[in-house]
Nanobody, 121 residues
Framework: VQLQASGGGSVQAGGSLRLSCVAS????????MGWFRQAPGKEREFVAA????????YGMGSLEGRFTISRDNARNMIYLQMSTLRPEDTAIYFC???????????????WGQGTLVTVSS
């Protein structure tokens, strides 16, 4: 599975962005998908995940519901809708795929190249 994330950019605090990730391959619907982020000088952390069917989603609790993950298996796409963005959300955001849904970075076998999100105060 090859992944390519897009949609990052610069936004002011309180704004919104939608990240997208397109996957290659005909077995996309067999993979759970996740979003992770890595801020400068910090470890990569879990943001959100969605099961292969899209019926179950998981999010990092500290996000307080500001981010929503979704997927469109017909288009081989996943999305991360981010709202009420804060400067501390500034990071490179990565999409990842694995046969089993997980909140652990180490569980994911396939990674996209990342897209930078910068939130200014």
């Amino acid at each position: 599975v090859q992944l390519q994330a897009s949609g990052g950019g610069s936004v002011q605090a309180g704004g919104s962005l939608r990240l997208s990730c397109v996957a290659s391959g005909r077995t996309f619907s067999s993979y759970a998908m996740g979003w992770f982020r890595q801020a400068p000088g910090k470890e990569r952390e879990f943001v959100a995940a969605v099961s292969d069917s899209g019926s179950s989603t998981y999010g990092m609790g500290s996000l307080e519901g500001r981010f929503t993950i979704s997927r469109d298996n017909a288009r081989n796409m996943i999305y991360l809708q981010m709202s009420t963005l804060r400067p501390e959300d500034t990071a490179i955001y990565f999409c990842a795929a694995d046969p089993f849904v997980s909140t652990y970075t180490e569980s994911y076998d396939y990674w996209g190249q990342g897209t930078l999100v910068t939130v200014s105060s």
